[in-house]
């Protein structure tokens, strides 16, 4: 007797809707219902994703309600701005876990300036880690899945926030991604002959829509009015992101042992958040594929700051292994069901 | 009847060695004379350095004293500790062109707390881009080629600092690199299959020897007491160097415009660095091969903090391009003599 | 109540023992032993393989047979030349499974031309999609993990030998290659600045150690006397083996359509080989961490010529992946207990 | 007084025109004068190509007759199709260099066969190492630049098959190539998380449209019915070409150190072929930038196969280097003026 929840997966074909496909093909709740695309419909799932074996010959649908219907969960793995709409016509009792923008801020107005248009509303934010809210995701039928820059840099800032080891109005965020974040966007700067060789940085100097969306999550963890200034730059690789993050000690005296301490503590019992030992420092090969962030932190005394290091893959624990996560909680299930902290390294 | 320099290159067949050897070959006033190694004494060019075809049959001799005397001019491209006892014996009248550390620094206290060994002394500083430095470097017989890091973040923020843009007292450098500023060295660390793929931080939290060279460079600038928070992450790239570099506003009302405007004015008649036309961002690879530094500087309004961007070839203008253009200016020759701002991509 | 067989992994720091570490974390029949190596013996895994986050605090035992004792299964994962006397010491009613070259060959004189050693005798092969292979590595006590290369060269001409559609006498095998195959070695081949950015063949001309093992599987597929020009190509990534397998047609007039239902045919019921839809070509990224060989074959009609390409895993499907699948049979598991075929893209 | 000859450069967003732009910037005879795109008219080229500093300001413009005309070089870098009316428009007198393929082969039924349209007529072919060829291009005013894949695989196999030592029906090529061939193809292909970490071959089984070019140029170096099963691969690197060729030995007898004395005797004055010293391998990393193809060839002794191998940069030997090699030629420059044997690495 099989009493899986059916899920089913729109916007199927791109890199985050990949990412979702291989992880429930592991998960033993959770059976693949309906794979969704828009141009693509009609396909097959093995043109796409070669990758995915078991799912090689299964026909990619189009996205719209009819075929998003009918299932206990549905994965959107859209661009920001479509989600809304599908959510109110799929009824409020299926589980809609939305991997896009939508519905992660809270503040209208911070939406409509980083985003230049009307928000959609605020659905339970899909960050475990964060400070009471699990309690929010646990039976929730609508889950904003976090930005994977957010997550890097929320998970590696988190405990010095909410020991109240550093000062929140003056956070720098630097950040080497892939270019998988960009999903199969067709555009010059994509081309492997770009990527390839080349450092480079992009929406530069505050202008990134993650931006208040980290402000957001600081908050959540304790600090009141942060201020980031975020650079992601991207890096020849295909999936992860290395979150390099500095902050003012709120009290120059701070050790690194005490720091190292409060992240210890922080993180105990985290199941997707390893922090390493003291003086080892992250590296984005080791997360590959799997739902975990590795972390360090020190002092740098010279200047007073807080130096915290967050490593995970940008579409597993950055994009549709949180999903997974949350869905997990969403549904009562035990929280790693499915997921691995295991990457595929070298 | 040639004129030309004689110029002797030590430790040739590692990377900097190489890329020394590159340049000197367009080079119209220098003829290559001796090329020594330590282990590879014996072998041929052609067995380290397969791209210099024209050199494929030159025999590496030992790096002595004896095999670098006679020469108009001596590059250094040793591990550090090496070059004062050689630079002894070749006597006052050679040009000696360090690459490595040994030299750089003023301040012997800091030499012994980076390098835990006794400081031998301090050359002219290989960075013409300094204010007063070209005139120090006029028909000197002594130069300490800049590290490739400090180049990379001096360049991004002397206009900002020079024009007081900025506080100088809370700087952070976060900056990606790539594998070949290690040399050949033989670690884990290294290997192709731990590189590809990754990004990885290394000496995190103030202890990278770079940073007093960075501060030291600022007070060149015009800094008063100086900190720079600096972590270089490592990314898959052969060449490259990417430095954001972010710092506290003067003032907050300073403009993006003004910004702008004091790093045109700053770099209007630098041959070797190039200011991108505002609102575009360098990349690593439009610098590969060329002794070029890319820029580009805006603030952060969120933040009130400049950001500032600099892209370059870490073995070129990094290293052995600043090299032959202090070498220029050391014997009087036009400082773009041999170098060219013209990158190889994609 | 647990009756999971307890392995032992010796080499287990290096790229195959990790892959091997990696997939028995998963496995459900078998838990993990000592953990064993040479110069690394009192480090933890940690410190070699941060992406097996389980394993972190794993102290590496030294390899030897006090260590290695009171294990259900051995896992060798050394250089060749150690498990002969390693097995011998562990006795008969353990199950050796060498990942090196040791027991591969037949034919001692083979070995001796080859390997410039004295063989020390022949283990069952394990490449269960052989003809008649699964029977011989039933219950067996000792297995012989084929060679990466071996393995994708082998089941991407299996059918077409086995079917008689190609004459075996003039095989040419070029075949693209992830540096993991040459493990954590120090060499400067193996630096990454040498590896991006370059293709680079080595041991060409027909004396790569893998050859006559490609040619002793020929037989075992029906052929006679068969011959194979092979030459590899290292190129930049981490995994992978994309072999391109030509041959001339036993009579010019067999069709693309017919070699494809031979495929088809010959792998109808394989669990780890994945034959592509008709027209589309394996890449190796598909096979990232899994245990599968993707494949596909046409017919050149300018040439008379068959072409074979597979693409595989060399530490997965090529060595620690193709480990467990004998270690399965061997035991009386299912064969593909604890393996994947999913992988892991992009 | 300036002699220089002006060019003028169609296509000169796209790879090969930036390659071009490159290598002409450095040529003392020729000055850069109209650069000309389709939809890119109106930007400049610093947007797409911010490595060319020198250019950073110049103004794209329309690519048509009105802006083409008036130069006393046009080169082509637009998609095959276009050159021929271009031409006829410009003039007899212009010199017009087309580095694609409309004008490369003699038979029009090959044209029609792989490229499915009329066949515009043949143009001198713009290999220089072909016997004979020099003359032909000595003062021609009409250049079809060849492809890079058979530039490669000719310069491997031509002292092979003009000594006699190959017999040329059955040549096998199977080559790794760089996507920058592709030019900015805007394909998921093409994109870099496609890219990274995989090798996929494409255009497999005889269909690739070089195939007949390769086999027209051994009949020009004296094949008789020359047939070549050639498969590409692209393998993650922004340039380079290896190209693995292998061919029954007409005699087996033949040694590998009358192959190398061939080849030695074949290119000793060839100024842009490099045979590496016996037993060493090219790599592609090693000519990249530079217009010089490395080379080596042995014997496979056990299937009675020569084994050739070169390297080259797709971009310079391989479409922009040749086109100005040729049009030094053409002009009665020496043939090398402007071009570099020396490649940037690592």
């Known amino acids: ?165 550093i000062s929140a109005d003056d956070i720098v965020v630097v950040l080497a991604t ?38 957001q999550n600081l908050v959540a963890c304790g600090a009141t009015d942060p201020h980031v200034s975020f650079t992601p730059v991207l890096v020849p690789m295909t999936r992860g992101i290395l979150a390099t993050c500095t902050a003012k000690l709120s009290d120059p005296s701070i050790t690194a042992d005490e720091v190292y301490a409060a992240y210890q503590k922080a993180y105990a019992s985290e199941p997707f958040v390893h922090l390493l030992p003291q003086g080892v420092w992250p590296q984005t090969q080791a997360t590959l594929g799997a739902n975990t962030c590795h972390l360090q932190a020190t002092v740098d005394p010279n200047t007073g700051r807080l130096v915290a290091i967050s490593a995970l893959d940008n579409l597993a624990k950055g994009t549709a292994g949180a999903a997974i996560q949350c869905t997990n909680l969403a549904l009562g299930l035990d929280e790693t069901t499915g997921l691995s902290t295991i990457g595929v390294a070298p």
């Open 178 to 215: 892939a270019p998988s974040g960009a999903g199969k966007k067709l555009a010059v700067t994509y081309l492997a002959s770009e990527i390839m060789g080349s450092a480079s940085p992009y929406q530069v100097g505050g202008i990134h829509r993650h931006t208040p969306e980290m402000e």
């Open 1 to 165: 007797m099989t009493s899986k929840y059916r899920a089913a997966v729109a916007g199927a074909t791109g890199y985050a809707g990949g990412e979702l496909l291989r992880l429930l093909l592991s998960h033993p709740n959770i059976e693949i219902g309906a794979v969704t695309a828009a141009k693509s419909a009609g396909t097959l799932i093995g043109e796409h994703h070669p990758h995915l074996v078991p799912l090689a010959d299964r026909l990619v649908e189009p996205t719209d309600v009819e075929h998003l219907a009918g299932h206990d969960i549905v994965f959107l793995a859209l661009p920001h701005g479509a989600s809304a709409e599908i959510a109110a016509q799929l009824g409020p009792d299926v589980l809609v876990v939305d991997c896009a923008a939508d519905h992660r801020l809270v503040d209208p107005a911070q939406w409509r300036q980083y985003y230049h248009s009307e928000h959609a509303g605020t659905w339970p934010y899909g960050l475990p880690e964060l400070p009471g809210q699990r309690e929010i995701l646990a039976g929730t039928k609508r889950v904003a899945v976090p930005g994977c820059n957010p997550t890097a840099s929320t998970l590696a800032l988190l405990p010095a926030v909410a020991a109240g080891l």
